[in-house]
């Protein structure tokens, strides 16, 4: 196994981080002391109040303060009132970007890997680099070798940040 991302990791841009995390484990610690640990295959980027595919595009609220803070943070909303994503903050404070966990080689969809996760709103705001339960560690495969494609589901968001490149996903060795 790798070792643990520390929280200098995450105060560069989203768009530095974003393929760096292609590669890494999630690992998510229970509280019966059980492990799983989550290859990460498949990110995308939300990045600045001027990406209208991006949640702090309506400016700082309750939901987005998380991402005003210094990157390193753990970001999860819930989403069709059953799904609780997973997305980590990046960048320097009042800089609001986050990077969503859209699949892993285990769990296509970052529904399927909130449900695997069993987060919840406790979530919301902790330290990824100092958790207790849920942290990223270095991927024992160095290689990044990657492609890049439009986001998801984030038509509303108009042509223009609809269609920019900013998800990431690992290729197949």
Not at 124 to 149: A, C, M, P
Request: hydrophobic share 35%.
């Amino acid at each position: 196994m790798g070792s643990r991302i520390n929280s200098d990791f995450f105060k560069a841009d989203a768009l530095e981080i974003a393929p760096k995390l292609l590669g890494m484990q999630l690992v998510r610690q229970f509280d019966n002391q059980k492990q799983l640990v989550l290859d990460i295959n498949e990110i995308e980027v939300y990045r600045g109040e001027e990406d209208l595919g991006c949640h702090a595009s309506k400016g700082r609220t309750p939901r987005t303060e998380v991402m005003y803070l210094e990157g390193g943070r753990i970001y999860v909303y819930l989403i069709y009132g059953m799904y609780w994503l997973l997305n980590i903050t990046t960048g320097p404070v009042n800089h609001p970007q986050a990077i969503l966990i859209r699949g892993t080689q285990q769990f296509s969809g970052p529904g399927r890997i909130g449900k695997a996760l069993q987060l919840d709103k406790t979530f919301y705001g902790e330290d990824i680099s100092k958790s207790e339960r849920l942290w990223l560690i270095s991927g024992v495969n160095s290689q990044h070798n990657f492609e890049t494609r439009p986001r998801v589901g984030i038509d509303y968001a108009g042509e223009y940040w609809a269609n920019v490149l900013w998800r990431y996903v690992l290729k197949s060795s």
